[in-house]
Structures are given as structure tokens and as C-alpha cells.
């Protein structure tokens, strides 16, 4: 079933030449499309040619059953909204002029707002929590409060089709997460569908209904963010090295310390981590194991450590492993061990830390 905003064999791209063709994206009402992919890719290009900002070099881009060509400039400002990463410094606006500007397809040539006009307004800067901002200049406010003034601006349109080109640039954690909320909920309660580019990987998995990749020659696979967020699809899309997407922490590691191991690190659920990190930040190369391969710590000891120790799935640590690791210890300068306790699943590294320890070689990981 088409979606309430779709492509049809789209193509698009700069001076007649394409850049991205045979596009097919579908959107629905109610749903988030994210649109992802390696800097340059296209993201902006779909997103401005879906906006017929950029006219289409060939196919088409139907919304609600028409072709968007042949909607005159007014009724596309009615029912879709761009909000873009463009710096927007309207001198002497406050966020209140700045959020109305968005009821101008509504008010005719003299653009005078009309009472309900200005309810819309001000309902929108409370929707997205800038009510206190409505009096305050636009160009005094933090990047994280323009970004609520101006996808304020976008709902005062009253869409039923919002686009985000990388809506949380500029943004800090906190105001990222912030937007994204507000963004879902009026998704959810206005049914409008909306499709943004993100560059936060983490973000696009727990916000997206799809997810597509854009991979710079051709749009790659397209689904939700359980079947996109895999190792091999994320490492192909990024061309990043084997083993340094973790799908589980929805992140990419840096690249390994060059070298034989110099310390041998012992951990576990999770545990290991701030140790590898800390390891791999000071330039020591590591070893680590033993690590069953549904351990949380798995993936980031796989990315980070120059030797790893691995053990299957659920499986009990076995001789073949822990004589590995026994070698791989003995010819380390230092042992830690960051768990602080051991369960039959993983008895062997209590038999490693004790022989560490006879060895003369425990060290406390914080002192590293």
C-alpha cells in the first residue's frame, strides 16, 4: 500500500546531472522515515527535491494521490513543512514573529493575522515547550531553543507533511533528545508523517518506524531499525572495518592499539568496558577474555582489543579457551580484572585472576 507521501522511479541531482535514481520511499501518516548515510550521500538532495526546493530530474513525488508538480505554491505550503539547518537570523523578530511567519500561506497578500492566526501561534511555541520564548529575540536564544522556535514555525503551517534535514545538528545530548520527543509526540497526536536525515545512529534507531540508507550512488536497504541496525549493513553503508559497529550499543568503536597485548583484561557483562576504553585512550595495547559471545562486553572487546578470547554463546568457559588465555596472560605485562563476582557460567576467569595473582601480576584497573 503507497504511503500518504511516496516516490515513483525519482531521480535527483544538480545541473541535470543525478546524483541518487530510481528512489522509492513511502510514507505514511502517523510514521517517521529517517533517512541515513555517509556525509555527501544525498540525504539533503532527497529531502529537498521531496520539497520541490530541487525540481526532480526525473520520476515523480505523489502526496495524498497527486503528483506534487502540480500543487500550486499556496497549497504545498499548507501541507507540507520544511524545517533545514540553515542559520536563520531575522534581526528584531522575536520567536513569536519568527513562529507566525509560518501562517503566512493562510493570511493572504497583506499577511495580517487574524485572532485565530494567533492563537495557532502561540498553541504552537507551547507545543513545543518555547511558550516562555514567545517575547524573547529570535537571534538571542540558544541553538537548542531555535530549533524548537523554528520546528514551531513548521507545525504553525499545519502540515501533513513535515521534513527535517539533520534536525538535531548543533544540538547538545540533552536538547537532541528533547526535539526528537516533541517530534514524536506531534507525529502521534497530529498523524502527521514526517522524514528527517540523522547523523546519530543511536537516535535514528529508537525514533524511526523505517529506516533508509542512503549510500551515495543508490538508496541501500530500507526497513525498520531492528532489521537496518545490523553489523554488516551499517558497516557496509559507513565502509567501516569488520567488528567496529556494535548493533547492541548502536555505536562504532575507534580503530585498535597497534602491538602485543600489554595488559590481559578480565570482565564481563559489561563490566570490561570502561577498562578497554581507558586502555585504548592511553595507547596500550590489550588482550581480554574469557567473553562468551552473547557477553555485552563482546562487541567493544572485539573492536578494541589486540587479541581477544572468545567462548561460544551461553556456552561455560572450555579447556581450549582457557589455555589461550592462560598464554595470552603470561606474556602480559599486568592483569585486571574488572568483575566483582564470578557465577559457574564464567568460573575459568576466577581461575585466571587467582593465577594473576600468584603470578604478581593483578593491578587495579583505575590505576592504568
Not at 297 to 305: F, K, S
Request: proline share 6%; with cysteine; net charge neutral.
Amino acid at each position: 500500500m503507497a504511503g500518504y507521501l511516496y516516490t515513483e522511479g525519482l531521480s535527483v541531482g544538480y545541473g541535470g546531472r543525478p546524483l541518487l535514481e530510481h528512489i522509492a520511499l513511502s510514507v505514511r501518516r502517523g510514521e517517521i522515515v529517517t533517512l541515513i548515510g555517509p556525509n555527501g550521500a544525498g540525504k539533503s538532495t532527497i529531502l529537498k527535491s521531496l520539497s520541490r526546493q530541487l525540481p526532480a530530474l526525473a520520476g515523480r513525488v505523489v502526496l495524498d494521490g497527486a503528483p506534487l508538480a502540480r500543487l500550486g505554491e499556496l497549497e504545498l505550503a499548507r501541507r507540507m513543512a520544511l524545517v533545514t539547518t540553515d542559520r536563520v537570523d531575522p534581526e528584531l523578530m522575536t520567536c513569536w514573529d519568527v513562529v507566525s511567519t509560518g501562517r503566512y500561506p493562510y493570511t493572504g497578500r497583506l499577511g495580517i493575522l487574524s485572532p485565530e492566526d494567533r492563537r495557532i501561534v502561540t498553541r504552537s511555541l507551547e507545543q513545543v515547550h518555547a511558550g516562555q520564548l514567545a517575547h524573547q529575540l529570535f537571534a538571542r536564544i540558544s541553538d537548542g531553543q531555535r530549533q524548537r522556535v523554528l520546528l514551531a514555525r513548521a507545525i504553525c503551517q499545519q502540515p501533513d507533511v513535515i521534513l527535517l534535514d539533520e534536525p538535531t545538528s548543533f544540538l547538545d545530548i540533552r536538547h537532541k533528545l528533547e526535539l526528537l520527543e516533541i517530534l514524536k509526540e506531534l507525529v502521534r497526536t497530529q498523524h502527521l508523517a514526517a522524514v528527517l536525515s540523522l547523523h546519530e545512529l543511536d537516535l535514528a534507531q529508537k525514533i524511526s518506524d523505517t529506516v533508509v540508507c542512503v549510500q551515495g550512488d543508490a538508496i541501500g536497504p530500507v526497513g525498520p531499525p531492528e532489521e537496518i541496525f545490523r553489523p554488516e549493513i551499517i558497516s557496509r553503508l559507513y565502509h567501516l572495518p569488520e567488528g567496529r559497529y556494535s548493533a547492541l550499543l548502536a555505536g562504532a568503536e575507534l580503530a585498535p592499539v597497534a602491538g602485543p597485548p600489554r595488559v590481559f583484561v578480565i570482565g564481563g557483562g559489561g563490566s570490561g568496558i570502561p577498562a578497554y576504553r581507558l586502555l585504548q585512550r592511553r595507547g596500550v595495547p590489550f588482550a581480554a577474555g574469557v567473553l562468551q559471545a552473547n557477553d555485552l562486553d563482546y562487541p567493544v572487546a572485539r573492536a578494541l582489543a589486540a587479541e581477544l578470547v572468545e567462548e561460544g554463546a551461553y556456552q561455560p568457559i572450555g579447556a581450549a579457551a582457557l589455555e589461550r588465555a592462560r598464554a595470552l596472560m603470561a606474556s602480559c605485562e599486568r592483569v585486571v580484572c574488572t568483575l566483582s563476582a564470578f557465577g559457574p557460567g564464567n568460573a575459568g576467569n576466577e581461575l585466571l585472576w587467582q593465577q594473576a595473582g600468584q603470578a604478581g601480576k593483578q593491578t587495579d584497573w583505575r590505576t592504568l
